[in-house]
Structure formats: structure tokens, C-alpha cells
């Protein structure tokens, strides 16, 4: 198996800027009424939703952003990512089913097993890239699956986990509604973890190497260190979101682990906008709402549905919707 390499020509080509860094060159204004204006949806969400969709729309935002941290800032395509995502989600079933611990703490476990997961996974697949780079990742999280589907004194198989509790010192989280606050503030570090990182020295050098990984070697980075990190950090976010997922369901089933539950993630990324971070959020809100609308009505064919709407944007909106939006607000801007 060999690796691919990138031509000069593509090598010097700059990127366009990516939604994120358009509105991080906003004036401050805009991006504090952004901020504001996100944080009050959040907080409403449970009320205009039912509040067991808002809490999916949340794990699936955090895996989205995990996603894209690799994707759109590391220029690396994983179709594995399912595999650290449902080894957290069984590790925090578990810890929270046998050590009775609070849910954080169990979400922790999860997230940091994932992290584990990903230093040994992510050091033999950052080695190679594009499309070697996805069959690598995809390869081993298939085998994380079969170890899981087999290891029915552990995992119980085909049955599953089930009755995850919800303790957090004695409160009441049974309801849906309730947890959702509860786990809002977890996910509101996650995702500040990812931009934190992105807008570091490090995240810039990450961009660098995802545009021009030759120049970045010889300018004395060690790109493959670089990616290992990403990669280490990207699986801890995957990983945090996998736990919230678990302990939300109260039921962790082999499907956390599938091939398509990184694909759905991919999707989500691409329909929201890749290399935007905040297009993973919105992607994920606008796929959870609508599987959740398309089971209620008895429609069976989600997916043709689903795929299709995917097929749209990428035919139409070659940024997503949060890349072609905040483009569209530039422009706007930029002719006033």
C-alpha cells in the first residue's frame, strides 16, 4: 500500500477561507450577536423540540465538530471515526452500569478510553492519506465492531446495554427534559475545546500541513506527529459525544459502532460545511430533525431521503450551508 502525494500544482493552491475564519475576521459586534443568538437557540432548543431529539441534535453536533476538526482542519477523510464514538459509548455504559459513578464522570472514562483507542489506530493511519487514509480507518473500525459483536460477556452482543443510568448525585435526570441541561454545558466545553484548538498556533499549523504538507516538513514540523494529535484529539470529542449518546439513550446497542454511523457523521459535516467547525452543528440539527420528523410519519425510506438532500447541497452548495451562508454575508458585507 502506498500513499498518496499531493502534485505541486495542488500543493501551492491556497484554500479558500473556510467559513470559520470568514466570521473570525468579522468585527466583534457580529460575532458576539452570533454567539448570543447561538447560545439562545441552545437553551430553547428542548422547548420548541422534543427534548430526546435536542439531546440527540447535541451528541450528534459534537461528533460532527469532532469530524470536522480532522476533515476540514487536517485535510484527513475518517470513516472510522464509529469506532470511538461506541467505544466510548459502551465504556460509560459500563462504568456507569458496575461503578454506579455520576454520569460525567462516567462520560469521562468513555472519552478518554476513545482517546486511548485513537494513539495506536491514528499512529499506523496517519501514515497515509486520502483515500488509503479512510480504508485504513474504516478497516479498523470494522474490527473494533467484530471484537464488540464477540465479546458478548462484556458487551452482551446483539442484545445490547441496556438501563444506563443516569446518576448525578442524587438529581433526578430521568426526564429527558432535564438531562438535556445537564449535559448542555459538557457539550458547550466540548465544542469550545475544538474552536480553542483550531484557533491556536497549533490548529494554524494543522491548516498548513492539510494545504501544503511538503512545505510544512520542510519548514522542520513533524507532520506526522501533527496528525497524531489531531487525530488523538478528534477521537476524544468523538468519544465525549459517543458517552453523552449512551447515557442519553440509557441503551448502547452495536449499532454505535457500524460503518454508517461514520458515514452519517461524514454527511453531516458536508451538509453543514466542512472546515467551518460550526457547520457540524447545524448539519446535525437539520439530520436529527428531519430522521426524527421522517419516523414519525411512517415514512420507511429515511435514508433515500436523507441522501438525496445530501446530494442537493453538494451540488449546489459546494461550502455547505454554513460555509455558502457566511460567504454570502461576506460578499454583502464587502459591497456595503
Not at 494545504?211 to 476524544?236: E, I, M, Q
Request: hydrophobic share 55%; proline share 4%.
Amino acid at each position: 500500500m502506498t500513499s498518496t502525494v499531493d502534485s505541486p500544482a495542488e500543493a501551492g493552491r491556497p484554500a479558500p477561507p473556510s467559513g470559520l475564519v470568514a466570521v473570525s475576521r468579522a468585527p466583534r459586534w457580529v460575532r458576539y450577536a452570533l454567539l448570543t443568538a447561538g447560545l439562545a437557540v441552545a437553551l430553547w432548543l428542548p422547548n420548541g423540540l422534543y427534548a430526546a431529539v435536542a439531546v440527540d441534535i447535541l451528541c450528534w453536533a459534537l461528533f460532527a465538530v469532532a469530524v470536522d476538526l480532522l476533515l476540514g482542519f487536517t485535510g484527513l477523510m475518517s470513516f472510522g471515526h464509529a469506532a470511538f464514538w461506541g467505544t466510548s459509548a459502551y465504556v460509560t455504559g459500563l462504568v456507569a452500569i458496575h461503578a454506579g459513578l455520576p454520569f460525567p464522570a462516567a462520560v469521562l472514562a468513555g472519552a478518554l478510553a476513545a482517546a486511548a483507542l485513537a494513539v495506536p489506530i491514528g499512529y499506523l493511519a496517519v501514515k497515509r492519506t486520502g483515500i488509503y487514509f479512510a480504508m485504513v480507518t474504516l478497516a479498523f473500525a470494522q474490527m473494533v465492531y467484530y471484537v464488540a459483536n464477540e465479546w458478548r460477556s462484556v458487551t452482551r452482543g446483539e442484545n445490547g446495554l441496556q438501563g444506563v443510568p443516569r446518576t448525578f448525585f442524587g438529581v433526578d435526570l430521568r426526564d429527558d427534559y432535564y438531562f438535556y441541561y445537564a449535559i448542555l454545558p459538557i457539550v458547550l466545553l466540548g465544542l469550545a475545546a475544538a474552536w480553542r484548538i483550531v484557533n491556536s498556533p497549533f490548529g494554524r499549523v494543522l491548516v498548513g500541513i492539510r494545504d501544503n504538507p511538503a512545505r510544512a516538513r520542510a519548514l522542520g514540523y513533524p507532520v506526522h506527529r501533527y496528525k497524531l494529535t489531531a487525530f488523538v484529539l478528534s477521537g476524544f470529542l468523538a468519544g465525549l459525544g459517543g458517552g453523552l449518546f449512551a447515557v442519553g439513550h440509557r441503551f448502547v446497542s452495536l449499532d454505535v459502532l457500524h460503518w454508517t454511523t461514520s458515514g452519517k457523521a461524514v454527511i453531516v459535516v458536508v451538509l453543514g460545511g466542512i472546515g467551518t467547525l460550526w457547520g457540524g452543528v447545524l448539519g446535525a440539527a437539520i439530520v436529527v430533525r428531519l430522521e426524527d420528523w421522517l419516523s414519525f410519519s411512517g415514512f420507511e425510506a429515511i435514508g433515500l431521503v436523507t441522501g438525496g438532500i445530501f446530494v442537493l447541497v453538494v451540488l449546489l452548495f459546494r461550502r455547505g450551508i454554513w460555509g455558502s451562508a457566511v460567504a454570502l454575508a461576506r460578499r454583502w458585507m464587502l459591497r456595503r
